[in-house]
Nanobody, 121 residues
Framework: HVQLVESGGGLVQAGGSLRLSCAAS????????MGWYRQAPENQRELVAT???????NYADSVKGRFTISRDNAKNTVYLQMNSLNPEDTAVYYC???????????????WGQGTQVTVSS
C-alpha cells in the first residue's frame, strides 16, 4: 500500500511560478514511473508530465517549455516546477506513482489526494 502526499499548490498570478511536491511512502518494492496529472472543473483528467525510474520524461504539449518534472529517488519524491503560469493551468493537480509493492506484484497506479493550483489573470 502506497501513500502519496502532494503539497505546494496555491494561488498565483499569471506569469508566476509554483513548485509542487509529491512524497511517496509505504510499502514500495519498485517504482516504474511517477507523474503529474491535472483536472479542471468540467474537464477530464489530463496528463501533465511523467518521469520514469530512469531519466525519461514526457510533457503535455500545453506545458512544454514551462513545466519541469524532476525526482529525488532517495526520498521517493517527485517535483513539478511550474513557470509562466496562466489561467488555463488552473486545476487540481494529482500525483501518480506506478510501481509494485513486491517483486511478484503487478505494477499498479497509486494516486494522491490532489493539490489545488489557481492562477489568476
Amino acid at each position: 500500500h502506497v501513500q502519496l502526499v502532494e503539497s505546494g499548490g496555491g494561488l498565483v498570478q499569471a506569469g508566476g511560478s509554483l513548485r509542487l511536491s509529491c512524497a511517496a511512502s509505504g510499502i514500495i518494492y519498485s517504482i516504474n514511473s511517477m507523474g503529474w496529472y491535472r483536472q479542471a472543473p468540467e474537464n477530464q483528467r489530463e496528463l501533465v508530465a511523467t518521469i520514469t525510474s530512469g531519466s525519461s520524461t514526457n510533457y503535455a504539449d500545453s506545458v512544454k517549455g514551462r513545466f519541469t518534472i524532476s525526482r529525488d529517488n532517495a526520498k521517493n519524491t517527485v517535483y513539478l516546477q511550474m513557470n509562466s503560469l496562466n489561467p488555463e493551468d488552473t486545476a487540481v493537480y494529482y500525483c501518480r506513482l506506478t510501481g509494485r509493492y513486491s517483486m511478484r506484484a503487478v505494477p499498479t497506479d497509486y494516486w494522491g489526494q490532489g493539490t489545488q493550483v489557481t492562477v489568476s489573470s
